[in-house]
Nanobody, 123 residues
Framework: QVQLVESGGGLVQPGGSLRLSCAAS????????VGWFRQAPGKEREIVAA????????YYANSVKGRGTISRDNAKNTVTLQMNSLTPEDTAVYYC????????????????WGQGTQVTVSS
């Protein structure tokens, strides 16, 4: 099974940007659709963005549409989420997850999860 490790989180000022990376090991990520999720304190986990295994399809939540870009490099076994114009409402633990799926899976299809990386947007 694939193992996922997120990186790139941290403290950023409002209006700033972050680049989150999801690196896979144990198995090639090219077999999997990958999603980025986040969970803020006291809130349910929500999907932020997703990308199909061949990059042919992407999804963005309304909350990040126009501010986020998800991309993948199957040769490097990584998926990246670039987030711009960050606001305090973007503060959360961000997780990447993988699903053995051809297109974009529903959120319940994600079987493999990373440990998460904290993103804090604050001045």
């Amino acid at each position: 099974q694939v193992q996922l490790v997120e990186s790139g989180g941290g403290l950023v000022q409002p209006g700033g940007s972050l680049r989150l990376s999801c690196a896979a090991s144990k198995r090639t990520l090219s077999y999997y659709a990958v999603g980025w999720f986040r969970q803020a304190p006291g809130k349910e986990r929500e999907i932020v963005a997703a990308i199909s295994r061949n990059s042919g399809s992407t999804y963005y939540a309304n909350s990040v549409k126009g501010r986020g870009t998800i991309s993948r490099d199957n040769a490097k076994n990584t998926v990246t989420l670039q987030m711009n114009s960050l606001t305090p409402e973007d503060t959360a633990v961000y997780y990447c997850a993988a699903a053995l799926w051809t297109g974009l899976p529903t959120t319940d299809k994600y079987d493999y999860w990373g440990q998460g990386t904290q993103v804090t947007v604050s001045s």
